[in-house]
């Protein structure tokens, strides 16, 4: 008995020896922590990161320091962390300069260094982990811009450009800011809160946004404006952090407090994933740069439920790791007493019912995970049968179109080759050309869906190249020729012959050069180059124009279904390039598209010589024919049609109408209707529209809602708050039809709003009922009085005087010292050119004109009856009651009171 205990003793000696030493060889490494601050809540969540990565991380024993916003004390942190013989620093330095030539002593006495969140001037450094400051600031300039629609007035909050972070997230948003000359910047250091001329600044009326460096100083602006306006301001406050939790940047989004915040990751938790990676000699990346995203009303619901969802997690990590280790401790000494006792029997029970309650645990969580699995794979399956039934609706009525289609096209056909139908030629020409258009957009269409289900069968075979681009070609010279385009085929070798499918093959360059057409300017050039390259077996043709070029963005996603550049969003579907590629890819071959803004474009195809690439089931017996599909006989979207015979301006009294519309094609149809009845200008853009409405003053103008870059409610907003044009009714052409958009056309002054697809009869006829109202209420109130006819001229500078000159009598017509004076010093003419000009072209002289708008306005207020006669001759600018009833009694033979009883009787 006693030997049994000594040696027991002996074995439970040895046993806590041993994991005595199984202890101290755990490998254990020190890892030095720097951090600027800590009183942040960002900077908190960063700490809080590291702290639950490293439940992950045994071997790390983290030692950190908090520099409490000084650069001095952080130094010395550094060098106290070194000598204590850390195996790796992390530091988040303070101010860069500073602290730059300590990490690179550091790192030269080959200790790794991981600069985390604000970057040194320097290489000298193991890895960097964080975002692109610059690029944060970049989304948060193109955010306002788009919040602003190009126009407003921005306070930039930033901090102390000493700190990397917050620089480059200031220069960052300044380079964004230069691309919009129309928004205004003013910028203030958040670091002066405290001062009142901050807090005046930040709650400025004429700031639309408060762009802050930081969730917190955007939280203060919003705080400082709701103090200075309880009732509170249509302003837009945007920070950057975007952290989750009370408190933080997510919640005060989604709260309305922020409109928007830029997410900041902290990279805490991966700063330790590449700590140990670096310490176990594992590979890692050296520039780690974390993502980002603008956090606003739209997503920030999901995002705050996914961060809500995380920090559960994170929480119930935390939790089982305690546990773990109240356990682990447990069984330490559970075992150590079994040892102890000898008592291996009951240990082996315990691990025995610990394992079948593990097997057991383990075949519920399988069963829990089985059966999860087999929803997400339901709910996948339903999906995709959804997705299906979707395609295959949008198939069979594609399929349905074509038959109306076909209707439509073969009996305007019929018609164009009858003699009787030549007075209607432009217009069957139109109805063709975009019965075409149509036709071969759901051509693509079906075209796509035979692709995606790999029911597009090739007949490939081999066919001469260069006749078969030629006979393309043939379908454009007339265009080129109507445009002037300089339109050719170079190429080294005319006997070259490739393996394609020609009907296939057609589509492609029929879409390469409908749009090198499209985009080329008149006088420009398009060529065709097939290059042959015997050295890789392939043939290299390329397709190059002058035209507008696009840019970078626009190139990268060029190839993407449905994707249009901004500045070409009303000219296609965005359809045919990416059927172009998905049909050069069936062929095994290659296409790239280069381009410079402004200068041109070229697509390149690279296609290879011989067969043996291609696939046996899509080889053909026949010989190299193939049939041109019916749309691309001709270019349709280019079919020239006849000039229409626009009505000339005349002294008839025919009005004159302003038409703004950037689609030629409808533009031109609309001036020929309408040039049957009115003298019809013209204008593409905004800018163009809202300067010939000032210089012509037309009678009546038509107006696109959507034009490019631009919108129709910019015409309407500037021309009814001008003086000179706001009597001129407005037309709005749109595609929207939402009540909406009609109410804040009507709001903003638009006289009649009609919805695309339209009757252009209807238009006529509104227009007609519109000017004929104008006249009758001009005649009614008479505002306008009648002048010499044989006197006035039609020219465009004397009609912009009239208008100038009439403006200006009636929106001075309360004041009684208003006359010749004022008005030529507001016209920029003497006294004796003012009486000449008005006399030539009205047929009174300047103060007849004035006393006769005076008594017609009197006499029209004293109808109205709101008024006494005192205060309508105070209104309309007689300095007394006594002199407005003399002048009225010349003009109009009885004193306003007998005028005011005759019609009240």
């Given at each position: 008995m006693r030997s049994i205990i000594i040696w027991l003793g002996i074995f439970c000696f040895g046993f806590l020896f041993g994991c005595q030493a199984e202890q101290e060889q755990e490998k254990k490494f020190k890892v030095g922590f720097s951090q600027p601050i800590m009183k942040d809540a960002w900077r908190q969540a960063m700490f809080n990161e590291m702290q639950r990565q490293l439940i992950f991380h045994d071997e790390i024993e983290l030692i950190f320091k908090d520099g409490d916003s000084q650069t001095s004390i952080q130094i010395a942190q550094i060098l106290q962390m070194v000598e204590d013989g850390i195996d790796l620093l992390i530091v988040s330095p303070n101010e860069a300069a500073p602290l730059q030539p300590i990490i690179e002593s550091v790192f030269e006495q080959g200790i790794p260094v991981i600069i985390l969140d604000?970057?040194?001037?320097?290489?000298?450094?193991?890895?960097?982990?964080?975002?692109?400051?610059?690029?944060?600031?970049?989304?948060?300039?193109?955010?306002?811009?788009?919040?602003?629609?190009?126009?407003?007035?921005?306070?930039?909050?930033?901090?102390?450009?000493?700190?990397?972070?917050?620089?480059?997230?200031?220069?960052?948003?300044?380079?964004?800011?230069?691309?919009?000359?129309?928004?205004?910047?003013?910028?203030?250091?958040?670091?002066?809160?405290?001062?009142?001329?901050?807090?005046?600044?930040?709650?400025?009326?004429?700031?639309?946004?408060?762009?802050?460096?930081?969730?917190?100083?955007?939280?203060?602006?919003?705080?400082?404006?709701?103090?200075?306006?309880?009732?509170?301001?249509?302003?837009?406050?945007?920070?950057?952090?975007?952290?989750?939790?009370?408190?933080?940047?997510?919640?005060?989004?989604?709260?309305?407090?922020?409109?928007?915040?830029?997410?900041?990751?902290?990279?805490?938790?991966?700063?330790?994933?590449?700590?140990?990676?670096?310490?176990?000699?594992?590979?890692?990346?050296?520039?780690?740069?974390?993502?980002?995203?603008?956090?606003?009303?739209?997503?920030?619901?999901?995002?705050?439920?996914?961060?809500?969802?995380?920090?559960?997690?994170?929480?119930?990590?935390?939790?089982?790791?305690?546990?773990?280790?109240?356990?682990?401790?447990?069984?330490?000494?559970?075992?150590?007493?079994?040892?102890?006792?000898?008592?291996?029997?009951?240990?082996?029970?315990?691990?025995?019912?610990?394992?079948?309650?593990?097997?057991?645990?383990?075949?519920?969580?399988?069963?829990?995970?089985?059966?999860?699995?087999?929803?997400?794979?339901?709910?996948?399956?339903?999906?995709?049968?959804?997705?299906?039934?979707?395609?295959?609706?949008?198939?069979?009525?594609?399929?349905?179109?074509?038959?109306?289609?076909?209707?439509?096209?073969?009996?305007?056909?019929?018609?164009?080759?009858?003699?009787?139908?030549?007075?209607?030629?432009?217009?069957?020409?139109?109805?063709?050309?975009?019965?075409?258009?149509?036709?071969?957009?759901?051509?693509?269409?079906?075209?796509?869906?035979?692709?995606?289900?790999?029911?597009?069968?090739?007949?490939?075979?081999?066919?001469?190249?260069?006749?078969?681009?030629?006979?393309?070609?043939?379908?454009?010279?007339?265009?080129?020729?109507?445009?002037?385009?300089?339109?050719?085929?170079?190429?080294?070798?005319?006997?070259?012959?490739?393996?394609?499918?020609?009907?296939?093959?057609?589509?492609?360059?029929?879409?390469?050069?409908?749009?090198?057409?499209?985009?080329?300017?008149?006088?420009?050039?398009?060529?065709?180059?097939?290059?042959?390259?015997q050295l890789s077996d392939e043939v290299r043709i390329s397709v190059d124009d002058t035209g507008n070029g696009m840019t970078e963005e626009q190139v990268t996603h060029i190839f993407d279904r449905f994707y249009q550049g901004d500045q070409y969003r009303s000219l296609g579907t965005g359809l045919g390039l990416a059927l172009s590629k998905e049909i050069i890819d069936l062929h095994k071959g290659s296409i790239e598209v280069e381009s410079i803004p402004n200068k041109g474009t070229r697509f390149v195809i690279k296609l290879k010589t011989g067969k043996d690439h291609l696939d046996e089931s899509m080889l053909a017996l026949e010989e190299g024919l193939y049939l041109r599909s019916d749309e691309s006989l001709f270019p349709a979207d280019y079919e020239s049609t006849e000039e229409p015979l626009i009505r000339e301006k005349s002294e008839d009294g025919s009005g004159s109408i302003l038409l703004i519309e950037d689609n030629d094609e409808l533009r031109a149809y609309l001036k020929g209707r309408l040039g049957r009845d009115y003298f019809v200008m013209e204008a593409n853009n905004v800018a163009e529209g809202i300067e010939m409405a000032m210089n012509e003053v037309p009678d009546l103008i038509v107006c696109d809602l959507m034009l490019k870059h631009e919108s129709g409610y910019e015409v309407i907003r500037a021309l009814k708050e001008d003086l000179r044009s706001s009597h001129i009714p407005i037309v709005i052409l749109t595609a929207k039809s939402s009540t909406e958009e009609k109410i804040k056309g009507i709001r903003l002054g638009a006289d009649d709003y009609i919805t695309k697809p339209f009757d252009v009869a209807i238009l006529c006829e509104r227009i007609h009922t519109l000017l004929a109202n104008r006249q009758k209420l001009r005649e009614h109130f008479l505002h306008e009085l009648p002048v010499d006819q044989k006197g006035v001229s039609n020219s465009r500078i004397d009609k912009k005087f009239v208008s100038e000159f009439t403006a200006l009598v009636e929106a001075n017509l309360a004041d009684a010292g208003f006359g010749v004076n004022e008005i030529g010093h507001e016209l920029g003419l003497s006294r004796m050119q003012l009486y000449r000009k008005v006399k030539a072209l009205l047929g009174y002289s300047v103060n007849d004109y004035i006393s006769n708008v005076r008594l017609k306005k009197a006499k029209h207020l004293i109808l109205e009856g709101e008024h006494n006669i005192s205060e309508i001759a105070h209104i309309v600018g007689f300095s007394t009651a006594s002199y407005f009833s003399t002048a009225f009694k010349n003009q109009f033979g009885m004193t306003p009171s007998e005028f005011k009883s005759n019609h009240e009787s």
């Amino acid at each position: 008995m006693r030997s049994i205990i000594i040696w027991l003793g002996i074995f439970c000696f040895g046993f806590l020896f041993g994991c005595q030493a199984e202890q101290e060889q755990e490998k254990k490494f020190k890892v030095g922590f720097s951090q600027p601050i800590m009183k942040d809540a960002w900077r908190q969540a960063m700490f809080n990161e590291m702290q639950r990565q490293l439940i992950f991380h045994d071997e790390i024993e983290l030692i950190f320091k908090d520099g409490d916003s000084q650069t001095s004390i952080q130094i010395a942190q550094i060098l106290q962390m070194v000598e204590d013989g850390i195996d790796l620093l992390i530091v988040s330095p303070n101010e860069a300069a500073p602290l730059q030539p300590i990490i690179e002593s550091v790192f030269e006495q080959g200790i790794p260094v991981i600069i985390l969140d604000r970057r040194i001037n320097s290489s000298k450094y193991t890895a960097y982990i964080g975002a692109d400051n610059k690029l944060i600031g970049n989304a948060g300039g193109k955010y306002i811009a788009r919040l602003l629609n190009g126009r407003g007035k921005v306070l930039e909050v930033y901090e102390s450009l000493k700190i990397t972070a917050f620089s480059d997230r200031h220069f960052g948003f300044r380079e964004v800011m230069v691309a919009h000359p129309q928004i205004q910047i003013d910028s203030v250091k958040a670091i002066a809160k405290g001062e009142s001329k901050y807090r005046e600044l930040i709650a400025n009326e004429q700031y639309d946004v408060v762009f802050a460096a930081t969730d917190v100083a955007a939280k203060f602006a919003y705080d400082v404006a709701q103090e200075a306006y309880p009732e509170g301001r249509n302003k837009y406050y945007i920070g950057i952090d975007a952290l989750p939790g009370t408190g933080n940047g997510l919640e005060m989004v989604e709260n309305g407090i922020l409109t928007a915040s830029i997410i900041y990751p902290t990279g805490g938790d991966l700063s330790i994933d590449i700590a140990s990676r670096i310490l176990n000699g594992e590979p890692y990346e050296k520039e780690n740069i974390l993502q980002t995203l603008v956090v606003d009303s739209t997503n920030v619901k999901i995002i705050q439920t996914q961060a809500r969802k995380i920090l559960d997690q994170q929480t119930d990590i935390l939790s089982l790791s305690d546990k773990l280790g109240v356990i682990q401790r447990v069984f330490k000494t559970q075992r150590t007493l079994t040892y102890l006792f000898a008592l291996t029997m009951v240990i082996s029970i315990i691990m025995t019912a610990s394992v079948l309650k593990s097997l057991v645990e383990k075949r519920r969580i399988n069963n829990e995970l089985q059966s999860k699995n087999e929803q997400i794979t339901q709910y996948a399956q339903q999906a995709e049968e959804a997705t299906q039934a979707k395609f295959r609706f949008f198939t069979n009525i594609s399929h349905e179109f074509r038959t109306p289609l076909t209707l439509i096209k073969a009996p305007v056909d019929e018609l164009l080759e009858r003699k009787e139908a030549s007075l209607f030629k432009k217009d069957l020409k139109l109805i063709r050309k975009n019965t075409l258009r149509l036709l071969r957009l759901v051509n693509q269409i079906m075209d796509f869906r035979k692709i995606d289900n790999s029911k597009m069968n090739l007949r490939i075979n081999e066919q001469p190249l260069i006749p078969f681009l030629k006979e393309i070609m043939d379908s454009f010279e007339k265009l080129a020729g109507d445009k002037q385009i300089t339109f050719k085929l170079i190429h080294d070798n005319d006997q070259v012959k490739l393996w394609f499918d020609g009907n296939m093959m057609d589509k492609v360059f029929f879409n390469l050069l409908s749009n090198a057409f499209k985009f080329t300017n008149k006088g420009g050039s398009i060529f065709i180059r097939v290059e042959t390259n015997q050295l890789s077996d392939e043939v290299r043709i390329s397709v190059d124009d002058t035209g507008n070029g696009m840019t970078e963005e626009q190139v990268t996603h060029i190839f993407d279904r449905f994707y249009q550049g901004d500045q070409y969003r009303s000219l296609g579907t965005g359809l045919g390039l990416a059927l172009s590629k998905e049909i050069i890819d069936l062929h095994k071959g290659s296409i790239e598209v280069e381009s410079i803004p402004n200068k041109g474009t070229r697509f390149v195809i690279k296609l290879k010589t011989g067969k043996d690439h291609l696939d046996e089931s899509m080889l053909a017996l026949e010989e190299g024919l193939y049939l041109r599909s019916d749309e691309s006989l001709f270019p349709a979207d280019y079919e020239s049609t006849e000039e229409p015979l626009i009505r000339e301006k005349s002294e008839d009294g025919s009005g004159s109408i302003l038409l703004i519309e950037d689609n030629d094609e409808l533009r031109a149809y609309l001036k020929g209707r309408l040039g049957r009845d009115y003298f019809v200008m013209e204008a593409n853009n905004v800018a163009e529209g809202i300067e010939m409405a000032m210089n012509e003053v037309p009678d009546l103008i038509v107006c696109d809602l959507m034009l490019k870059h631009e919108s129709g409610y910019e015409v309407i907003r500037a021309l009814k708050e001008d003086l000179r044009s706001s009597h001129i009714p407005i037309v709005i052409l749109t595609a929207k039809s939402s009540t909406e958009e009609k109410i804040k056309g009507i709001r903003l002054g638009a006289d009649d709003y009609i919805t695309k697809p339209f009757d252009v009869a209807i238009l006529c006829e509104r227009i007609h009922t519109l000017l004929a109202n104008r006249q009758k209420l001009r005649e009614h109130f008479l505002h306008e009085l009648p002048v010499d006819q044989k006197g006035v001229s039609n020219s465009r500078i004397d009609k912009k005087f009239v208008s100038e000159f009439t403006a200006l009598v009636e929106a001075n017509l309360a004041d009684a010292g208003f006359g010749v004076n004022e008005i030529g010093h507001e016209l920029g003419l003497s006294r004796m050119q003012l009486y000449r000009k008005v006399k030539a072209l009205l047929g009174y002289s300047v103060n007849d004109y004035i006393s006769n708008v005076r008594l017609k306005k009197a006499k029209h207020l004293i109808l109205e009856g709101e008024h006494n006669i005192s205060e309508i001759a105070h209104i309309v600018g007689f300095s007394t009651a006594s002199y407005f009833s003399t002048a009225f009694k010349n003009q109009f033979g009885m004193t306003p009171s007998e005028f005011k009883s005759n019609h009240e009787s």
